[in-house]
């Protein structure tokens, strides 16, 4: 099993990464996945700071990157970041609903890859 780093056993550089994901998230604690990385305080660091920028207003409103980052984590297998980003993307207002749909573009999406793959489809000049 997975060493966790509770922040009454971290380090000051990790109590530091903590604090800011608990401020930037407006949470009492962090969750396993950063205690999980913080047995590596360099590696928990670098991807607080890359998951903040990435995820930071921009282009996309922030439903549609946390609805990304589930289908990207249903695609990939993790049902740790499933369950983390369907519960994020929840709380930026994700309805059953819209939930459903994106189930099932994930879906179709598995299928037709599969098809095309196995099938060995040429890309459509008009694709390129």
Not at 87 to 105: D, N, Q, S, Y
């Amino acid at each position: 099993m997975t060493r966790l780093i509770e922040y009454a056993d971290a380090s000051p550089e990790v109590r530091a990464v903590y604090d800011d994901i608990k401020a930037a998230r407006g949470v009492a604690d962090v969750n396993n996945f950063w205690k999980a990385l913080a047995v590596h305080p360099p590696t928990l660091a670098r991807t607080w700071e890359s998951l903040r920028r990435v995820m930071a207003p921009g282009a996309l409103d922030p439903l549609v990157k946390e609805m990304l980052y589930l289908a990207a984590s249903a695609a990939a297998g993790c049902a740790y970041c499933v369950a983390s980003h369907t519960a994020a993307a929840r709380a930026k207002g994700m309805t059953e609903e819209m939930h459903g749909e994106l189930l099932a573009i994930l879906g179709m999406a598995a299928e037709t890859n599969r098809l095309a793959e196995a099938l060995r489809v040429p890309v459509d000049p008009a694709f390129e």
